[in-house]
């Protein structure tokens, strides 16, 4: 008997950091292939091929940037740089048709994460009250 494996399609879930292509561009947004913190559930991502999220970047001006939060350093070819999720640029994305993957950093850690909630919730001000 030949044993099969099953896979599962790779789908983003929330908290994942992934590759997405920002291409077209208009304005102040980013431009080209950019880091790409996930904040939509697993779920949405996979019944809508949306993700809604947060862009990620390298460029050192964000260091005073109040609604940019530093996560660590970059690797590769930005190695040691700091990067910074910029929680003033909510986007949604169609994830397949943008070939989005993986980032070699996986996914952001809880307490970082929820840094990142909280500035982006001073942003919209989402209140269930």
Not at 88 to 104: E, G
Not at 114 to 122: D, H, I, K, P, Y
């Given at each position: ?62 260091a005073d940037n ?42 952001l850690p809880g307490?970082?994460f929820a840094q ?14």
């Amino acid at each position: 008997m030949v044993s099969r494996k099953q896979t599962t399609a790779w789908v983003p879930e929330r908290q994942d950091i992934i590759w997405i292509d920002c291409n077209p561009q208009v304005g102040q947004e980013m431009r080209d292939i950019h880091p790409f913190l996930v904040l939509s559930p697993r779920i949405f991502n996979e019944k809508t091929s949306l993700v809604i999220g947060l862009p990620m970047t390298t460029a050192a001006y964000n260091a005073d940037n109040p609604f940019a939060v530093a996560v660590g350093k970059a690797g590769g070819r930005k190695n040691g740089q700091t990067s910074y999720v910029l929680c003033h640029q909510p986007n949604s994305f169609d994830w397949r048709l943008r070939k989005a993957k993986p980032h070699p950093l996986k996914s952001l850690p809880g307490d970082l994460f929820a840094q990142v909630c909280e500035r982006l919730n001073q942003i919209i001000q989402i209140n269930s009250d």
